[in-house]
Nanobody
């Protein structure tokens, strides 16, 4: 069983940066993928970024590549999402997920989910 708790969501102006955190507790297997998804009002859940928990390989959605960075804290069970050059289109509830998905972009393939944290970007 894995528990995920997100934090860091805020109201920010376009162009600003924000760092989200996802605290991972419980038994995270070595082959787990940890990921961030987001969902804006009236839209489907969207893949943002993923990281191999042991190994550190990363994957990004095209819409955030070059602006967002996913990472794991050194020696910690915390996952981060550093978001730069935020735009109003980035407004969404950001949720972290864990599991062993055959495709990191498939939300239904993840086993564990946090409650989400709201990010709102105004212009």
């Amino acid at each position: 069983q894995v528990q995920l708790v997100e934090s860091g969501g805020q109201l920010v102006q376009a162009g600003e940066s924000l760092r989200l955190s996802c605290e991972v507790s419980g038994r995270a297997e070595n082959n787990y993928i940890m990921a961030w998804f987001r969902q804006a009002p009236g839209k489907e859940r969207e893949f943002v970024a993923a990281i191999v928990w042991v190994g550190g390989d990363t994957h990004y959605a095209d819409s955030v590549k070059g602006r967002f960075t996913i990472s794991r804290g050194d020696g910690s069970n915390t996952m981060y999402l550093e978001m730069n050059s935020l735009q109003p289109d980035d407004t969404a509830v950001y949720t972290c997920a864990a599991g062993t998905p055959p495709n990191v972009r498939w939300p239904r393939a993840y086993d564990y989910w946090g409650q989400g944290t709201q990010v709102t970007v105004y212009s």
